[in-house]
């Protein structure tokens, strides 16, 4: 079966960083873009960042650029988000989720994970 | 406001056709890309109903269609049933970005 399962989210100050996880299971995870999506509260699905199969084309939405930092280890079949800088605008339910592609313009994002919540805050 | 434009908000009664419009410009849609349409009930994992280019995924109803003019695209429910309630999203690519993009979602209300 294939499955996506996301950690780190947590409650940090701003300014702060941290680092969220998703394991993959189930595919051949070399081969196909994964993406992060958000979604703040009250408001729609945000793109975040992806990053081609193969680890090629890293792409990021401008509100992150430069202080997200997207990333996977094959040998463990886990790709990751390293968010630093953290703003109150940054508060929401992460997503990972898996393309049918493995390169832009992409194929749509056929598996996603339950999400993990971040909440930035004093 | 979102690169690709959808209503806000659509509604239908059991049995009834509903659709909802995907608009957006040369960079994305216009530019020919791929549109995608995913279902979303707040809370839990979005789902890809439609892939522009790999079709409708596996036990996906065929109730649900999707159809492209220029840089407009729509999706279209047929036999709407309660199940059916929650919010639509298109995605696509644009150009310009050299990044995703999502249209601001539509709520669709089941009568």
């Known amino acids: 079966e294939v499955y996506l399962l996301e950690s780190g989210g947590a409650l940090v100050q701003p300014g702060r960083s941290l680092r969220l996880s998703c394991a993959a299971s189930?595919?051949?995870?070399?081969?196909?873009?994964m993406h992060w999506v958000r979604q703040a509260p009250g408001k729609g699905l945000e793109w975040v960042s992806s990053?081609?199969?193969?680890?090629?084309?890293?792409d990021y939405a401008d509100s992150v650029k430069g202080r997200f930092t997207i990333s996977r280890d094959s040998a463990k079949n886990s790709l990751y988000l390293q968010m630093n800088s953290l703003r109150p605008e940054d508060t929401a339910l992460y997503f990972c989720?898996?393309?049918?592609?493995?390169?832009?313009?992409?194929?749509?994002?056929?598996?996603w994970g339950q999400g993990t919540t971040v909440t930035v805050s004093s | 406001q979102s690169i690709l434009v959808q209503p806000p908000s659509v509604s239908g009664a059991p049995g009834q056709r509903v659709s909802i419009s995907c608009t957006g410009s040369?960079?994305?849609?216009?530019?020919?890309?791929?549109v995608h349409w995913y279902q979303h009930v707040p809370g839990t994992a979005p789902k890809l109903l439609i892939s522009?280019?790999?079709g409708r995924p596996s036990g996906v109803p065929d109730r649900f269609s999707a159809s492209r003019s220029g840089s407009s695209a729509s999706l279209a429910i047929t036999g709407l049933q309660a199940e059916d309630e929650a919010d639509y999203y298109c995605q696509s690519y644009d150009i310009s970005l050299s990044g995703v993009i999502f249209g601001g979602g539509t709520r669709l209300t089941v009568l």
């Open positions: 989720a898996k393309d049918g592609g493995g390169v832009p313009p992409y194929s749509g994002m056929d598996v």
């Open positions: 040369s960079s994305n849609t216009g530019a020919d890309y791929d």
């Open positions: 189930g595919f051949n995870f070399d081969d196909f873009a």
């Open positions: 990053l081609g199969g193969n680890s090629g084309y890293i």
């Open positions: 522009g280019d790999l």
